[in-house]
Nanobody, 121 residues
């Protein structure tokens, strides 16, 4: 079993910055793609950004140029640096990672518990 713990959310004013972190622990053999998603009140969960183990990083158009996704493989942690935050970025943010666990033959998708980001003056 693998556990994801998110941190770094909170309340920030428009134009401010936050850095989300998502730490994975457990029977981890390897981690494939990290992703971040968000869900605003009354809306469906939407894609924010994704960084594969190898390959191209992808961002939603709404966050391009403002958000940066990264990963620290040594720490089994994914990050989302959010700059120039806007009111419309207010949502619960969820991390997601594909994990190959020890003893498993295929990857399993895991999700964090979600963390609130509120952008308001």
């Amino acid at each position: 079993q693998v556990r994801l713990v998110e941190s770094g959310g909170g309340l920030v004013g428009p134009g401010g910055s936050l850095r989300l972190a998502c730490a994975a622990s457990g029977r981890i053999r390897s981690l494939d793609a990290w992703g971040w998603y968000r869900q605003a009140p009354g809306k469906q969960r939407e894609f924010v950004a994704r960084v594969p183990a190898l390959g191209r990083i992808n961002y939603a158009d709404s966050v391009k140029g403002r958000f940066t996704i990264s990963r620290d493989n040594a720490k089994n942690t994914g990050y989302l640096q959010m700059n120039d935050l806007k009111a419309e970025d207010t949502a619960v943010y969820f991390c997601n990672v594909a994990v190959l666990e020890w003893g498993a033959f295929s990857q399993t998708d895991y999700w964090g518990q979600g963390i609130q980001v509120t952008v308001s003056s």
